[in-house]
């Protein structure tokens, strides 16, 4: 399987590239895209290091492909800045290297800001190329959702055409959060683990979300407004309430133009 994630909008919270940062961490880099063809600077720009007033080095925005095998599970993992240009060259590329390698399914994973609550686990939903492709413990994207695209719905769009499987995890993380997101990167690794029976430690994630849930308790607990916002967020999870598809977009509009 190739696990893709990319940086932008459809990345809320860091949770996709956390969780495929995750997933490639020990793996043996295979391919590295040529940033100069697909990056602009002005949009994706290098970090520059300076150490006691010396450029040391320049860290040039990327997207590889690593290799890492989990148990009997050999699995390619594709990571990084979503390009600036280009989309459908970089989509038949991948899909290119997906045949060389021996990949016939995609999982494409990110997070979308939505109205849940820190204090449960984030939901994730679902989306597939086929009906055969949802797991029975799946939570399948039902209603109808028109939003911005992302460059991973091209490579997944791409990959169909070449009659290779697709699904999607997203991971709905709450609004109001706008750190890289420690429970959204674990809810997506546990995902994952579950669809590709992986044996992954994720005690330093679990660690991690609790830390980070404690400090956004303290942040919202200081002020009344925020605390009740939290608490109607908690009744309606706790009621089993899922965001509509008009819900969900609208939030992902207030979110893009609030960046």
């Known amino acids: 399987a190739l696990v893709l994630a990319l940086s932008g909008w459809v990345d809320a919270g860091g949770s996709g590239t956390g969780a ?46 690593y ?11 594709l990571v990084g800045n979503e390009p600036d240009f280009k989309w459908k060259a970089f989509a038949s590329a991948v899909v290119d290297l997906m045949d060389q390698l021996g990949s016939e399914l995609i999982v494409t994973i990110g997070a979308v ?63 109001y959060v706008n750190d890289h997101y420690h429970a959204g990167v674990l809810a997506l690794i546990r995902r994952l683990a579950l669809r590709l029976e992986l044996d992954l430690d994720t005690t330093d994630l679990v660690e991690k979300s609790a830390e980070q849930s404690a400090e956004i308790n303290e942040l919202i607990s200081s002020r009344p407004e925020n605390e009740a916002h939290v608490q109607k967020l908690e009744m309606l999870t706790e009621e089993g309430r899922l965001a509509s598809g008009d819900e969900l977009a609208a939030e992902i509009e207030r979110f893009l133009s609030d960046g």
């Open 113 to 175: 800001p939505a109205a849940v609550p820190h204090t449960y686990p984030p939901p994730v939903m679902m989306t597939a190329s086929s009906d055969e492709l949802v797991g029975s413990d799946d939570v399948a994207l039902g209603d109808d959702l028109d939003v911005p695209g992302a460059a991973v719905n091209v490579v997944a769009d791409a990959a169909v055409q070449r009659g290779k499987g697709t699904i999607g995890y997203w991971a709905q993380i709450p609004h």
């Open 20 to 65: 495929a940062d995750f997933l490639a961490a020990g793996g043996t880099e295979l391919v590295r895209f040529n940033s100069d063809a697909i990056f602009d600077y002005r949009a994706n720009r290098p970090t520059i290091r300076f150490r006691d007033g010396r450029m040391q080095e320049v860290e040039w925005p990327a997207l590889t492909m």
């Open 67 to 77: 290799h890492r095998t989990v148990g009997e599970r050999d699995l390619l993992v």
